[in-house]
T-cell receptor, first 111, second 112 residues
Framework: DVKVTQSSRYLVKRTGEKVFLECVQD?????MFWYRQDPGLGLRLIYF???????EKGDIPEGYSVSREKKERFSLILESASTNQTSMYLC??????????FGSGTRLTVV | QQQVKQSPQSLIVQKGGISIINCAYE??????FPWYQQFPGKGPALLIA?????SEKKEGRFTISFNKSAKQFSLHIMDSQPGDSATYFC???????????FGQGTELSVKP
């Protein structure tokens, strides 16, 4: 069964901490994405990557960065966590954009 | 910024009824329109998708209707069941890249 695995289901971090969210896919997909999900706002794209070491800004990249050193792993980094980054974070991968596979999400609370 | 607008935000339907969720877009460069279904505690999963060269696609109880001239598409769930209760997202893919633009989501509740 193909999978996108997010390392944590729940995280609680303090304001100002550096936070790493990890995502691993086992489908050899080129494309990987990070979204955040908030009620009434849907899924908003933070960053995406079409290949190893490549990254592109999405619609809401401020306060975030990403790293893709290996094809199967895409990390989202909150450089200095703030309370307005409390959200559900979803990672996804796809081969060509015609079928995303999502992870189960990481619910991050910043206190 | 590209947008996909989805309505309603929430929907309550009786068991056996028809659930209808609507989406509208502005970018004519979109070439693929999927719908995703998300259950609590899970990530969204692809439900059904359509390309703009067809006006309708049906898979079981789920149908997408697509109106290219109006730039609108909708999801119809026939004979809605309590197990269909979930959040539904429409999306659109730009033909120049692999990223999807999602709608705001619709929380569907099917009452027994």
């Amino acid at each position: 069964d193909v999978k996108v695995t997010q390392s944590s289901r729940y995280l609680v971090k303090r304001t100002g901490e550096k936070v790493f969210l990890e995502c691993v896919q086992d489908m050899d997909h080129e494309n990987m994405f990070w979204y955040r999900q908030d009620p009434g706002l849907g899924l908003r794209l933070i960053y995406f990557s079409y290949d190893v070491k490549m990254k592109e800004k999405g619609d809401i990249p401020e306060g975030y960065s990403v790293s893709r050193e290996k094809k199967e792993r895409f990390s989202l980094i909150l450089e200095s966590a703030s309370t307005n980054q409390t959200s559900m974070y979803l990672c996804a991968s796809s081969r060509s954009g015609y079928g995303y596979t999502f992870g189960s999400g990481t619910r991050l609370t910043v206190v | 910024q590209q947008q996909v607008k989805q309505s309603p935000q929430s929907l309550i339907v009786q068991k056996g009824g028809i659930s209808i969720i609507n989406c509208a877009y502005e970018n004519t460069a979109f070439d693929y329109f999927p719908w995703y279904q998300q259950f609590p505690g899970k990530g969204p999963a692809l439900l059904i998708a359509i390309r703009p060269d067809v006006s309708e696609k049906k898979e079981g109880r789920f149908t997408i209707s697509f109106n290219k001239s109006a730039k609108q598409f909708s999801l119809h769930i026939m004979d809605s069941q309590p197990g269909d209760s979930a959040t539904y997202f429409c999306a659109a893919k730009d033909n120049q890249g692999g990223k999807l633009i999602f709608g705001q989501g619709t929380e569907l509740s099917v009452k027994p």
